[in-house]
């Protein structure tokens, strides 16, 4: 059975940090690209960061570029996202995702992807 677990969310003040993490199970974690994707309350699930198979390649949406790192350690099958310099609009629910297999369209689409944890919580607020 294919898990991912989310853990490492909280509530920060802005210009803090956090760093998630995404434990999978069930599935061969090195051949699979990921993307932590969030969803802030009343609004659709938005692409924040991908990383392929080795973490040769790595992308991230302008809204995080630069305060954000996405990382993995295939040993531990585990994923991370490294948060700095939050702001209050990064406020939302941040799942991690496993892409499809074969998936050919865009990475940041949501719908490339067929597993989702069950989300960690990051509130950043004053």
């Known amino acids: 059975e294919v898990q991912l677990v989310e853990s490492g969310g909280g509530m920060v003040q802005p210009g803090g940090s956090l760093r998630l993490s995404c434990v999978a199970s069930?599935?061969?974690?090195?051949?699979?690209?990921m993307s932590w994707v969030r969803q802030a309350p009343g609004k659709g699930p938005e692409w924040v960061s991908f990383i392929n198979t080795d973490g040769g390649r790595t992308y991230y949406a302008d809204s995080v570029k630069g305060r954000f790192t996405i990382s993995r350690d295939n040993a531990k099958s585990t994923l991370y996202l490294q948060m700095n310099s939050l702001k209050a609009e990064d406020t939302a629910l941040y799942y991690c995702?496993?892409?499809?297999?074969?998936?050919?369209?865009?990475?940041?689409?949501?719908?490339?992807?067929?597993?989702w944890g069950q989300g960690t919580q990051v509130t950043v607020s004053s």
């Open positions: 069930g599935f061969t974690f090195n051949t699979y690209d």
């Open positions: 995702a496993r892409r499809k297999q074969w998936a050919t369209g865009s990475y940041a689409n949501p719908y490339e992807y067929d597993y």
